[in-house]
């Protein structure tokens, strides 16, 4: 198995601002993923996180809105960009580390912008 | 698109086997079928997966049908902190990616 650990777990922001999530994997893992959970709905990717690339985005989700670093085989950021009250959600980072084993996921980031 | 149906909603006593219907219809010949719950607003934590075979393990068992076009998640003894959110994924490959689209989930309430 493998522990994500997210931070912040919580934030409220100003609406223009941008916010940095982290997502650290306390081992190494092959694909890195990034969701978002909007109030009271499923969890919509946003985009797997490629070591040493650019991500690549699901259709909605652009690059310039949603930033995303992976520097390495257990470390990921996503940045929220320029935030309107509508990008108030969770997000959650999601790590694979095989072929045929399930998935992890953090515990969330809960941004409320305001 | 998520590649799965599932009610919205269910109902179940405590105690008694919780029964989860999914339909993946459009599933491929490669493509697992996974499960996980998620508990008020946590991050989702995975039950159970299978391909073709039934699966079970110290939380629920898997039954998938012999076309692979659905499946029902078992709970056999549910209580009350198996009141959750419970997703049916298909792991899906797209350009060579690995991936979980999910879909909208069944919300299933155990009462006392």
């Known amino acids: 198995s493998a522990v994500i650990s997210q931070k912040p777990s919580r934030d409220i922001c100003q609406r223009g601002t941008s916010l940095t999530i982290q997502c650290q994997v306390d081992s190494q893992v092959t694909m890195m993923f990034w969701y978002r959970q909007q109030p009271g709905q499923s969890l919509t990717l946003i985009a797997t996180a490629n070591q040493g690339s650019e991500a690549t985005y699901e259709s909605g989700f652009v690059i310039d809105k949603f930033p995303i670093s992976r520097p390495n085989l257990t470390f990921s950021t996503l940045t929220v960009s320029n935030m309107s009250p509508e990008d108030s959600s969770i997000y959650l980072c999601?790590?694979?580390?095989?072929?045929?084993?399930?998935?992890?996921f953090g515990q969330g980031t809960r941004l409320t912008v305001v | 698109d998520a590649k799965t149906t599932q009610p919205p909603s269910m109902d179940c006593a405590e105690g008694r086997a919780a029964n989860l219907p999914c339909n993946h219809s459009t599933i491929s010949g490669n493509e697992y079928v996974y499960w996980y719950r998620q508990i008020h607003s946590q991050g989702p934590q995975y039950i159970i997966h299978g391909l073709k075979n039934n699966e079970t393990n110290e939380m629920a068992s898997l039954i998938i049908t012999e076309d692979r076009k659905s499946s029902t998640l078992i709970l056999p003894h549910a209580t009350l902190r198996d009141t959750a959110v419970y997703y049916c994924i298909v792991r899906t490959r797209e350009g060579g990616a690995q991936k979980l689209v999910f879909g909208q989930g069944t919300r299933l309430t155990i009462n006392p």
């Open positions: 999601s790590a694979l580390t095989g072929q045929h084993t399930e998935a992890f």
